[in-house]
């Protein structure tokens, strides 16, 4: 019998939660046939990825190591996307963020200040900021697309990052190898518990998905910049701004970036060097859409993939996966999460063929 | 694998171990545990490159070991936060040998050794040294001394250009060696140099290797590049071509001048052979022509047998301790004695070179 996909008068709640657990499922099922072909230990890659992570204590703060800047980023992401802000960027405006931090251990050597953290905060967030205001201002002021302008942005700050580690920012001492001194350990963030590399530096991302919270759902500002985004023109009759929109979404995503580079710079690496960012720019969009663009589901997203990344990194080790099979898996996440989700807003009727003239609301 | 080993004294576990090595004189000595080795390597195996020598180098051990040892290769892992966490995990999961493929992955490295003096860790390309860390190099500049002899006689227009990755000393001193070998036939050679910051950069490789073509020279090094951008790009406009690591001569079967190649089999495996007798000593491991590990090869049939037989001779004189490539007199790029006639430069001073040698054209990046 066909079907058609008929949009739903209201969004479903039972398929807005039902949309990520059966894409974890769906591409669980299709990885293990994947591994199966490549013969690969089914059983013992699954392990790897959903139980080694909580194995013993060192893994299970290595997942909130990797949970704070995907949680920090996500979270500033999904403001925008929901104002309708394509910011592709976020890794950019991480490692823009990453070198202002820098600047404070770099130019102060010897300094064993209790300002240099505090400092390299402040600093992290304006340079994520700042990068973010090109962006911004390109599109307010000539409407340039701020899907390409941040993106190329961020090649723009890798450069701009290789230039300083060969250059003016090298370690003298480093044989001219592309990197800067070792952070003093005023200029790093306390771990949490002696022997592992989780800091205090994960407060930042859950204070401010608290804020976001109650900016979003409990504040006018944060409906005022949903239709800025979603409706530029019936904002501008209610007063709202759709270049405020901008501007807010691109800043607050400058911001988050900008503190995830500086933790990163001053937590687990310690340095400033050519791979700063992990990749987390990129996977915050994941995780911002798994999370369906909510506060409280970012987090279980976030805490999600951080599993999963470091459960790719046990199958690397353990199960012998390829790097690739990792990204894959991660791939085929996302990709059946906007599949199914379009069941949100739509769902399937049967076409029968008294009705295939009245067709009139069919999905095209 | 099992636990008790792991919770025996260390000196106890090996001295069982190396007695288990000697009684395989005896018997198979089917009680000993398989020597865990780990490598992690910065970019994929690949059919040429670096990853592909150093895996080829393991490849070895396994020969020789056997079953005596498990060897788990980790490829593409790029260096930062990422790389700590799996290094971490190998040394979690029992691994007693780590062979680090990248300079990037140093820092962590060196504190990972520290923190278990029972393993033993070999990193390529570092500068850092503890009693159970050895990082590694390749004398590439003697082997590039040979293949300057070698463009000297065939380059017409008396230029040669250099593609190359990082300006740190490891590769300022093949560029150096590569222009004295060179200089050593014919003076009136000099060398341009681009530098691309890249290992792996097969777009920006092909490009400067046209602009290097395009400003006049006809014989190119592909100064550690992972790709074969380099290699293809010379076969195409009729210039010789040479590279490091491995052989690229399927890339360019009419215009390949040779290869200064790696062999790090015999290091890796000396290396394993001390690990399992106790002896391991951590030092900077700096090896050429005379350990076996830089090898010459892949000549160009168009080299005049008159120039091979001096390549050899010069050869013979370098790998026996004779000559040595940084032997005075050696002039800076400015034209100032860097080294009196009669004396030779330093081991530490090639090892950190920052300084380019007479007859570079191109400053180096500051």
Not at chain 2, 155 to 177: D, H, R
Not at chain 2, 201 to 229: E, H, I, M, R, Y
Not at chain 2, 322 to 331: F, I, K, N, Q, T
């Amino acid at each position: 019998m066909p079907f058609k996909l008929q949009r739903r008068e209201h969004a479903s709640r039972l398929m807005l939660i039902a949309a990520p657990l059966s894409a974890v499922v769906l591409s669980t099922i299709v990885c293990s046939g994947l591994l199966f072909i490549l013969n690969k230990p089914v059983g013992q890659t699954l392990y790897s990825f959903f139980i080694a992570p909580f194995e013993n204590f060192y893994s299970i703060t290595e997942v909130f190591l990797k949970f704070g800047p995907l949680l920090l980023i996500a979270q500033a992401l999904a403001v925008g996307f929901r104002a309708k802000v394509w910011n592709i960027g976020a890794e950019g405006q991480m490692i823009v963020g990453a070198i202002a931090a820098s600047s404070v251990p770099v130019y102060f050597v010897d300094s064993t200040s209790d300002w240099l953290l505090p400092a390299m905060i402040i600093l992290g967030a304006l340079g994520g900021m700042a990068w973010a205001a090109i962006a911004a201002f390109l599109k307010t002021r000539f409407n340039a697309n701020e899907i390409l302008v941040t993106l190329m942005l961020t090649s723009i700050a890798l450069q701009l990052l290789y230039y300083l580690l060969l250059g003016p920012w090298k370690d003298p001492m480093g044989f001219n190898f592309p990197q800067t001194v070792m952070f003093q350990n005023e200029a790093l963030f306390e771990p949490l518990f002696s022997g592992v590399r989780l800091n205090t530096s994960i407060a930042i991302p859950i204070i401010f998905t608290i804020v976001i919270w109650l900016f979003m759902e409990r504040h006018f500002g944060g409906f005022k910049l949903v239709v800025g985004g979603l409706a530029p023109q019936a904002a501008t009759y209610a007063g709202f701004s759709a270049k405020k929109a901008v501007w807010v979404s691109l800043l607050l995503a400058g911001f988050a970036a900008g503190l995830a580079g500086m933790s990163e710079v001053a937590g687990p690496i310690g340095q400033l060097q050519r791979s700063v960012t992990s990749g987390y720019g990129y996977s915050a969009i994941i995780v911002a859409y798994l999370g369906a663009l909510n506060p409280l589901g970012i987090v279980f997203a976030a805490f999600f993939l951080a599993v999963l990344q470091i459960g790719g990194d046990v199958a690397l080790v353990s199960a012998n996966l390829p790097i690739s099979a990792v990204h894959v898996f991660q791939g085929l996440l996302l990709i059946f999460y906007l599949a199914v989700y379009t069941l949100v807003h739509y769902q399937f009727k049967p076409i029968r063929s008294a009705s295939l003239s009245a067709t009139s609301d069919h999905v095209t | 694998m099992n636990s008790t080993s792991r919770k025996l004294p260390n000196a106890l576990a090996r001295t069982l171990t190396a007695i288990a090595t000697a009684g395989c004189l005896f018997s198979t000595a089917a009680s000993a545990e398989p020597l865990e080795i780990g490598v992690l390597l910065p970019s994929p195996i690949a059919d040429v490159g670096w990853s592909h020598a150093l895996n080829e180098g393991i490849a070895a051990v396994k020969e020789k070991y056997g079953d005596d040892v498990n060897v788990s290769t980790i490829e593409n892992i790029q260096e930062g936060p990422d790389a700590d966490r799996i290094m971490n995990k190998m040394i979690g999961d029992g691994q007693q040998f780590l062979l680090l493929g990248s300079f990037g992955y140093m820092n962590a490295g060196l504190k990972l050794a520290q923190r278990n003096p029972d393993r033993t860790f070999l990193h390529a390309s570092g500068y850092k040294t503890a009693e159970n860390f050895s990082p590694f190099t390749a004398k590439y500049y003697e082997g590039a001394y040979l293949m300057g002899m070698a463009a000297a006689e065939l380059t017409k227009t008396k230029k040669l250009g250099v593609v190359s990755a990082f300006a740190i000393p490891e590769l300022i001193s093949t560029i150096n060696g590569f222009t004295l070998g060179a200089r050593s036939v014919d003076p009136e050679v000099t060398v341009d140099v681009i530098w691309i910051n890249s290992w792996f950069d097969p777009a920006k490789a092909q490009d400067s290797a046209k602009a290097l073509l395009a400003g006049g020279a006809d014989v190119l090094f592909s100064n550690a590049q992972d790709t074969p951008s380099v290699v293809t790009v010379g076969e195409e406009a009729g210039a010789y071509v040479f590279n490091l690591n491995s052989s690229m001569k399927e890339y360019a079967p009419t215009k390949y001048l040779g290869v200064v190649k790696t062999d790090w089999a015999p290091f890796f495996v000396a290396s394993v052979d001390a690990h399992l007798a106790g002896s391991f000593e951590g030092k900077n491991e700096w090896l050429g022509m005379n350990d076996n590990v830089v090898v010459v090869e892949d000549w160009s049939s168009d080299i005049s047998a008159d120039m091979k037989a001096r390549i050899d001779a010069m050869h013979e004189e370098i790998a026996s301790g004779a000559r040595h490539v940084y032997d005075g007199p050696l002039m800076n790029q400015e034209g100032e004695e860097v080294i009196p006639s009669g004396e030779r430069l330093e081991d530490g001073a090639i090892l950190g070179m920052d300084w380019h040698v007479e007859g570079v054209n191109s400053p180096l990046p500051k």
